[in-house]
């Protein structure tokens, strides 16, 4: 570590000896350490295995605030994925106003914009209210603070989801075709340019021009194979077009095309949403009944039937746990109140006796000052240009010392035996670049290029065991198997979190970690130890 930067253990120590940490504070750090991760393994498993990640985000025990202070962002942000992912609507969006309440006070604005996103989505929607809008501007606000390009294409593209909503379906598709190679220029994430055909292809199936909806659905479906979606992202929007092309042929008596798209949206009946199964088994029914195979459309209705009778039991048990969620705020805010109430009460204590303090320093040194008033400006004047001149040389020297203590840490790093040392030097190392990046890159040195040197034997062996890797997924499978998260993933390769997300997913399928029962971050962990 460079001489400015305490390392963890000399924080550690210097704690202890003023008596400042104590053995239950570290149990309880340690705790919200594994709590942490906890939210870390929920995030990743979304996706493949929501099930497994609700069971991560359920083992943090009550209250969240105690144990994940800091993180409760992405707590309620992944709990609302969650229930879109398994149908809990009725407790989206409860968890959706907690993860924008925290998102602004933890001030995680990438995490506020996309909440935004979700509340407008929502209220629009199951409220129909014009107020929705506000979700939307607020979202570009967040996006615009942090100069997120793929946020702000996703507030562009809900403008014409909207005009889709309001049934204004010519409006809508001007709004998509002007922007349609804006979304197109996306390469790292075919999200927008997919999200954009899907939007064309419900407008004019709702316009009864199924030319340019099956037009527009081809185009989408070209994009099935595509590395940068996921095959959840790819179903979730082909199956509801497969939906409505079937209603839509059922409508113009064309049972034979009718059914063609219902077997194609059975095929990716486990991603459905409850509006697109409650429509799959209706227009099953509906498809069965007209050429009057009453059996199997009653069988369908049965069916629906139990289907809606689970949502209500579900709706019921969310509307139960937003209660107590509501009962507990209220006793927090009541707690709150009285803390800001004693407060109030030590400030003002404290600003009394803080102006009696300066009353009796004013009275005591007034005359003094005035004698001496001239004198002071002068020494003052001097003693400025003084200090300046000092601090600038402490600055050349500091900048100069960092570049040579930085060359030093390399060649002292790439001369340790012991890797797991090695390794969390070369973490530390490259941390404290990265942050003072402005001042190396005027240097001419690129801190990604000396870690990179430090890890050449670990870029081999993982190219040779498996060629089928490109660049750019070696590089992530090393931030991988050093330890960073999505986020600051993204940060290093300037992208979005969604794009490395996707690539987790392709190298995932190109390693058959299915295949392993192993998570990527494992198999890599247990493959290449011998480098850690």
């Known amino acids: 570590m460079l001489n400015f930067t305490l390392s963890l253990v000399n924080c550690r120590n210097l704690i202890f000896g003023l008596g400042l940490l104590s053995t239950p504070f570290l149990v309880f750090a340690q705790e919200t350490s594994k709590y942490i991760k906890y939210i870390d393994s929920a995030e990743y498993n979304t996706q493949d295995n929501p099930k497994r990640s609700l069971q991560y985000l359920d ?6 605030e105690k144990y994940i202070e800091g993180h409760l962002a992405e707590y309620y942000d992944t709990k609302a994925i969650l229930d879109n992912r398994l149908d809990n609507q009725a407790e989206i969006y409860q968890n959706l106003l907690l993860a924008l309440k925290y998102a602004e006070i933890e001030e995680k604005y990438e995490i506020a914009g996309r909440t935004n996103i979700e509340l407008f989505y929502n209220v629009f929607i199951i409220k129909k ?7 939307l501007d607020k979202a570009r606000h967040y996006f615009e603070l942090i100069d997120d390009k793929y946020g702000l294409a996703d507030v562009r593209q809900m403008y014409a989801y909207a005009e889709m909503r309001l049934k204004n379906y010519e409006t809508s598709n001007g709004l998509l075709l002007e922007d349609m190679n804006y979304y197109k220029s996306f390469k790292d994430d075919s999200f927008y340019q997919l999200y954009a055909l899907f939007l064309l292809s419900m407008n004019y199936m709702y316009l009864d021009d199924l030319d340019n ?28 077009i497969d939906r409505m092309l079937a209603e839509q042929h059922l409508k113009n008596n064309a049972q034979d095309s009718a059914f063609y798209y219902l077997e194609s949206a059975s095929e990716a009946r486990d991603v459905m949403d409850n509006s697109d199964v409650k429509n799959y088994f209706r227009t099953y029914a509906d498809a069965y009944t007209s050429i009057g195979d009453l059996n199997k459309a009653n069988a369908y209705i049965d069916s629906l039937n139990g289907f809606q009778k689970v949502l209500l039991e579900k709706t019921i048990d969310a509307n139960y746990n937003a209660s107590k969620i509501l009962l507990n705020t209220e006793n927090d805010l009541e707690t709150e109140s009285k803390k800001k109430q004693i407060n109030k009460i030590l400030w003002i204590l404290l600003l009394v006796l803080f102006l009696s303090t300066i009353t009796l320093f004013v009275f005591k040194y007034k005359k003094l000052k005035i004698a001496i008033n001239g004198f002071l400006d002068k020494l003052n004047d001097y003693n400025y240009l003084k200090k300046n001149h000092e601090k600038l040389k402490v600055k050349v020297k500091g900048f100069e010392q960092f570049i040579e203590e930085s060359k030093k840490d390399i060649k002292r790093i790439s001369n340790i035996d012991d890797a797991i040392i090695q390794r969390a030097e070369i973490k530390n190392l490259y941390r404290n670049l990265h942050l003072h990046s ?50 600051e993933i993204a940060a290093f390769l300037n992208t979005s979190i969604r794009s490395v997300e996707s690539r987790r997913y392709r190298i995932g399928k190109k390693l058959k970690i299915k295949d392993k029962e192993l998570s990527l971050v494992a198999y890599l962990t247990e493959t290449f130890k011998g480098f850690s």
Do not use: R, W
Not at 129 to 135: G, K, M, V
Not at 213 to 238: E, F, G, M, W
């Open 59 to 64: 083992s943090i025990p009550n209250p969240v």
């Open 129 to 135: 209210d014009s107020s929705a809008f506000d979700y």
């Open 213 to 240: 909806a099956h037009k527009y659905y081809n185009q989408l479906k070209t994009l099935k194979n595509d590395t940068t979606l996921t095959d959840y992202l790819y179903n979730i929007h082909a199956v509801t």
């Open 438 to 487: 402005s001042t190396l890159v005027g240097n001419g040195t690129d801190h990604l290029n000396l870690i990179n040197d430090l890890n050449v034997d670990f870029f081999n062996e993982l190219s040779q065991m498996h060629p089928e890797l490109n660049e750019s997924e070696i590089i992530i499978c090393y931030y991988l198997f050093a330890g960073f998260k999505n986020k």
